[in-house]
């Protein structure tokens, strides 16, 4: 970050998994304003809707609907009272199944990154969400390509079928493992514009008429031998 | 159920509201401590109530036993072991059955309907037996919640052999009774009783069956599963949690170990139906960059987009990018390494990079053939071909490309 915040990025942590909790609270505590801890679905629903965080850090997995089942229910609680804000969604998860992963992103979440990241990476994640950012990791921009590759089913005036080759270039550098301001210099764009490329294939992926993304990819696997 | 209830209705008993049988205070059961409690007099009153009303008809059995399987035990003086409630329970049931068959047939006899004691023993004594076994269809199913089903069982069985014993008497009893006239007619009934006693006695005894067969398969799979789960977890899991404790002092060995068990354990969860090392390109690629993480320690992510049948070429940019990911590992001093394969219709891509030291690959000695040989020249031999970018200072990508068309 070149200019200096105003304000700390205040983050929610929900995870089923009290060691994880504690875990991620001490790596990104010195960086971003930690303002509470959530164990389950109703506890973060709760915490979300009392101290709205800017960012909320999101299990994937947890018993009574996971991550899904929080961001549906804060979406849910501010339809009713239209002045509120909600957070916005990092998923954060061990889980490779590229179901889980797709899911959690259609839901609402702008991002998501494995439990494996250091804990710089997930602070800078945490501020690029804040910012209005999407956030991929090199294994979702995978699980992105694979949904989003061959023939796209009827298309679509709109386009939300389909990734365009800069977008698809844009990817293509994330799964490759390199960052945000490497790719701009390899393409000649500003990192801005690489941003604007990854949250326009965040919309495309939450928007699209693709139904059961993930699903699709995998099947086209075995389709494609 | 309805029967006991419209029973009760019948014998215009005082109201039962309130009623409880106190079975720690009462002789028998406690029926008649319990009325007199709600009636405020002396048990013994009541007791003596029921011997005259006994003397009479002996009624006062009927009304006893009545009103035995209608009032409740008071729950707060010690009630009887789940064991025998299950039993006791169901010998009520047969009890009240007959106590109804009983009462029926003293009204008929009343209005001069009777149907001769031949028929009128036989049926008391089967209408408790079929109550006695027919009762448990109910209870196999729904089950008072919080009564163990082990304990339920052995009550079970007690009334199990009670019930076709009791329904065996009435039929032997009946058909010795027609016994004497030698008529086929009589015959015939004989037959379709023994018939229908039969299904009534085993109908439910088979359904139970097939119920508890189902039951048990369901629970031997179950549990196979969990032992299945055990012993994996006992084999890797635990296995791999003993070693880091022994080599706590060594970061990168554990680290290694967590790392291994991570992937071991991803494998086994995530992909039940892994595809198969010597088909799947995207396998081989998975598998290489495995045991090179383990081999030097450094972690590598893996991500592949489609996927292609392993041949000849593919073969070769797998040993390629495992050469690379190998040079990554061991001299790049990068904290990971990012493989990364794409399979389109007519190439197949994979880039192997690290953002570690970087070289001059000009400065490389002449001697070293790692890179030359079996990156490059490896490549060109397949028709494909290898590029290596890299800049001291900022890393190294590997790129491989075979052209499939």
Known sequence: ?225 | MSAMASAANASSQPARHGLRRLPAEGLVSGVCAGIAASAGVDPVAVRIAFLLMTLVGGFGIAVYLLMWVITPADASTGAPGQRGRALVGSLRAALAASAFAFGILVVLRHIGLWPGDRVAGPAILALGGLALVWRQTPAGVGGAPGQHARLRRAGRVGAFILGPLLIAAAVLTLLHAMGTVHDEAHAFIGGTVLFVALTLVFGPWCLRLVRSLADERAHRIREQERAEVAAHLHDSVLQTLALIQKRATDPREVSALARRQERELRHWLFEPNARDVETSLAAALTRAAEEIEELHGVPIEVVTVGDAPLDGRLGALVKAAREAMSNAARFAGAERVDLYAECGDDRVEAFVRDRGAGFELDAVPADRRGVRECIVARMQRHGGRATINSVPGAGTEVELVVELA
């Open chain 1, 1 to 225: 970050m070149t200019d200096a915040p105003a304000r700390a990025v205040r983050v929610a942590i929900v995870d089923d998994h009290d060691l994880f909790r504690a875990g991620v609270r001490a790596e990104v505590g010195a960086e971003l304003e930690v303002i509470g801890d959530a164990g389950s679905v109703d506890e973060a629903v709760t915490l979300i809707a009392a101290q709205r965080p800017d960012v909320v850090l999101l299990d994937v997995h947890m018993p009574e609907g996971g991550g899904v089942e929080v961001i549906r229910r804060s979406f849910d609680a501010t339809r009713d009272d239209p002045g509120r804000e909600v957070p916005r969604f990092l998923a954060l998860s061990v889980s490779d199944s590229p179901d889980d992963v797709i899911a959690v992103i259609r839901a609402g979440a702008r991002g998501y990154v494995t439990k494996t990241i250091s804990g710089d990476e997930l602070c800078d994640a945490v501020r690029r969400v804040a910012d209005g950012d999407a956030v991929f990791s090199p294994r979702l921009a995978g699980f992105v390509l694979d949904a989003f590759a061959g023939d796209a089913p009827p298309a679509q005036d709109d386009g939300l079928d389909q990734l365009t080759a800069r977008e698809r270039e844009v990817l293509r550098h994330i799964a490759r493992g390199y960052l945000y301001k490497e790719i701009a210099l390899r393409l000649g764009i500003s990192v801005k514009t690489v941003e604007a490329h990854v949250s326009s294939v965040l919309r495309k992926l939450q928007l699209s008429t693709r139904h059961e993304l993930s699903a699709w990819a995998i099947e086209r696997r075995l389709v494609n031998w």
